[in-house]
């Protein structure tokens, strides 16, 4: 019996065989799921790596384009910036142009408020009308580039724009202004041409009534002398001797038909002494005796004849006969 129970409990070889298979079979299986893990865990490991790869090189690429743009808006905001100061200096070239060529217009303004212009002014302000129009002529080509620049620039600047375009309007008011004090002198260069040729008729009228005032003045003013002794005179065909008696008692007396041009002509403004130098002398003509007198070197001798009042002097007559008596 006990023989029994031991061939009993005996394991079955098949039986054996199918357990060793199964444990095999299961030994094979998670193998395979182990495999399959490690092989799925490498493709996942590699698909993150290739992932991040791709993932920073496109994070790389990113950013250079991003600094790309950043140094080319950069670069634009320094060109901007740029040409806003070019057009700021430009804007104030232009302003202190116009300050001066306000200033011109003034002095030009009240050079040529006068009635009478001298050459030299004139010259001077047509200068100053040919200066504001070069400065003029200037500032409207920097407007121009000015205008080309902000067409250029592709942005709307309405500050700059007004500016611009205030400067713009400036400029234009300033030539017509210019243009009308061209006319203004151009009318004032036909008056004055006008009033030169009145004046140059006056002053012909008053050069000519001068010299007619000269002339009387003069013709007034003249008088005739002679002098020397009674034979000189007599011989001379000035004086006789009339009247007496037998010779006796006979007195000088003028020749009414003398020829002036044995005088001497005077200008009784200026002749104040008759030289005498004799022993006497003797007024022949009349005179008013208060209106000379009668200069002495010594006793014997008469120096000359003093014309103290030369009005009563020569109110009788403008000839002065003086007899010398050596």
Known sequence: MENKENKEIKPNPDQVSAGRL???????????AWTAALIALAVLIALGVLGYYLHKTDHNEQLALMEDQKTAFSLQLTERDSVINEWLQTF?????????????????????????????R???????????????????????????????????MKALEDKVATLEASVKQYESDINEMKVALANKDIEINQLNTKVTGLDQTIAQQTETINDQIAEMNKAFLISGTFKDLRDRGILSKEGGFLGIGRKEALIEDFNDSLFAQIDITQTKIIPVNAKNVKLVTEHPSGSYELIRQDEKTVESIEIKDPEQFWKISKYAVVELVK
Do not use: H
């Open 122 to 156: 004139k010259d001077k302000i047509r200068e100053d009308i040919k200066y504001i129009n070069t400065l003029l002529e200037a500032n409207k080509q920097k407007i121009a580039s000015l205008n080309a620049q902000l067409k250029k620039a592709g942005v709307t």
């Open 22 to 32: 199964e444990i095999a079979r299961m030994e094979g299986i998670s193998k395979g």
């Open 92 to 120: 104030d070239q232009i302003e202190q142009d116009l300050a001066q060529i306000k200033e011109k217009e003034k002095m030009i303004t009240l050079q040529s408020s006068d009635s009478e212009i001298s050459k030299s």
